[in-house]
């Protein structure tokens, strides 16, 4: 069993940045693909970046691309979500899934584990 557990969320004006942090316990999750993914009120889940186990391969939403980046350290059984130049679009609950290495990084079903979510906001 893993659990997940993310940190960092916050409040942060337009143009800023926050790190989100998501720290595994119970199991190691270094041959993992992990992922992030976000709710906004009132709308469906969504995938916004992933990883594989390796770190070498990361994949990003088109919304995203160019403003977010992800990053793991298996060593401390942890994976990073920077998120620069945020945007009030960008306010939502943020969670971390893992799902096993290989699988479709976009497909929600394909993770097995997920944290309980941070909330970010962003004022504009």
């Known amino acids: 069993q893993v659990q997940l557990v993310e940190s960092g969320g916050g409040l942060v004006q337009a143009g800023g940045s926050l790190r989100l942090s998501c720290a595994a316990s119970?199991?190691?999750?270094?041959?993992?693909?992990t992922g992030w993914f976000r709710q906004a009120p009132g709308k469906e889940r969504e995938v916004v970046a992933s990883i594989s186990w390796s770190g070498v391969y990361t994949y990003f939403a088109d919304s995203v691309k160019g403003r977010f980046t992800i990053s793991r350290d298996n060593a401390k059984n942890t994976v990073y979500l920077q998120m620069n130049s945020l945007k009030p679009e960008d306010t939502a609950v943020y969670y971390c899934a893992a799902a096993q290495s290989g699988s479709n990084w976009r497909a929600e079903n394909a993770y097995r584990y997920w944290g309980q979510g941070t909330q970010v906001t962003v004022s504009s």
């Open positions: 119970g199991r190691t999750i270094s041959n993992w693909l």
